[in-house]
């Protein structure tokens, strides 16, 4: 069943690449127009069936009906503004931006049919090559209706999303930069961080703990930064909140307190072991 | 080729059950005892062939030719002076220990034919129940000799561990347990502080950058922190080396430095890509 005539893919990298793949496989679209900076992505994109139309021009989208911002949260805010003005009325407009605060609350105000999305389905890879049609199945959706949010709008979005696989949950912008800082950008941080203290000369020594717990920091660098600075409070207070915990571990391990160590990693090993 | 006649393993865990398995498939021995104070581990060792014969007493290892200490250091060290006094001359003495210098220092005293050994091949799991004849295959064994070490022993250590399926490379105790304070210790003491730091309800959010970062927080409570005290002081020092790193990403975000930010990332992720 087709969801959508005309879906325009507002930056075609894993995400974006990985939405074009989908809803071209399950023919959800009559057509997918994608929008790059780049040429290379898009003629890479049209060749693997992500998209049927590559433009580097945004005034191509004048006749979707769903919008879909899948660029750097930077992006998004720069490019909404314009975009504003080139959609036709009934235009569904979406996001897959890591961090929602600031869209959302510059894209409700913009587009009269927005509604907000955060698949949790990144990887350390990025680019259109690494896309995969079941990229979202089995995964967590979060989307970030507000008070304007029409019911329409909303049931249309929940079925696209359960169409490509992903578990829906919904939540206010707020609670969701809240609950990711923990749960996606602390971890990247202190992956991050982990690897930045290896002495070179010991990495030759690794093994498959040191591999998993860094895994993701091999992401990229500028999406990350700009991930990280675009949920700055929530992420400078989840950071503090770990150094606080890593710091009674180091004060049990420096007391000799082994009981106290042993609570704490256990209820640690506890948590972990509930973990989905 | 048998490597030895009688081989004992003291303590038939996730390391010392695949040693059983490993060196019962490779035929490197006539007879394999286990040693342990639990019965139904002894049961189960024997019923999957990782060992002829399970034994609650140690009495039974002066006949061996191997002995292979496989418990947590804490017990290493409590059961090598009684074991010492067992043994029969010429019997080569190994230990498979997380943490080196105070079990080095100790048994290379106690037995003429010791040689500390540490497999980089363990997981979250620590039961026998998760034991493989492949868990050393591809993996990096450190052996840690002293100026005491005889080059016999040496050899047919190196010999044992490479008929294992693992890559051999030396180091003193000291340096070892600097090295793995850092390459092992440190990600596991974060990944505990990391699930710890996290609100019970935000874990239905996780995704798999929470789930590889914390994987080894699954890992035994007891065993690590045996481990953790074992290594104070090298852990103590790579803990607080993390906390200066974190707190240079922490202070970038905080400052909005975006330059400073990835420039820290970039140096992160380029590290991250040089690990095998």
Not at 93 to 102: A, P
Request: aromatic residues 6%.
């Amino acid at each position: 069943m087709k969801l959508f005539n005309k879906v325009a893919i507002i930056g075609v990298g894993l995400i974006g690449g990985s939405l074009g793949l989908a809803i071209k496989k399950l023919r959800l679209a009559n057509e997918v127009i994608g929008v790059s900076r780049h040429k290379k992505t898009l003629l890479f994109a049209k060749r693997v069936r992500a998209i049927d139309t590559g433009v580097l021009d945004i005034n191509i989208i004048k006749d979707a009906d769903l919008i879909i911002f899948a660029t750097p949260v930077n992006t998004i805010l720069e490019l909404a503004g314009k975009i504003s003005k080139l959609i036709k009325e009934g235009c569904l407009v979406t996001d897959v931006g890591s961090t929602k605060q600031e869209i959302v609350s510059k894209l409700d105000k913009l587009f009269p049919n927005y509604l907000g999305a955060h698949p949790l389905a990144g990887s350390e890879k990025r680019s259109i090559m690494s896309a995969s049609p079941d990229l979202f199945k089995g995964t967590l959706c979060i989307l970030t209706p507000t008070k304007n949010t029409k019911a329409k709008v909303r049931r249309r979005m929940v079925g696209l999303w359960e169409r490509l696989g992903a578990r829906v949950i919904f939540s206010s912008a707020d609670n969701h930069d809240k609950v990711i800082s923990y749960v996606s950008h602390l971890p990247h941080a202190i992956a991050f961080s982990l690897i930045d203290t290896m002495p070179i000369s010991y990495l030759k020594f690794s093994s498959s703990g040191l591999r998993d717990t860094t895994r993701i920091a091999a992401s990229d660098s500028q999406l990350w930064a700009d991930i990280f600075l675009s949920n700055e409070k929530n992420l400078i207070s989840s950071i503090e909140h770990f150094q606080a915990r890593l710091s009674k571990i180091k004060f049990a391990i420096k007391s000799n307190n082994k009981r106290q160590l042993i609570k704490i990693l256990a209820q640690a090993k506890k948590k972990r072991e509930g973990l989905r």
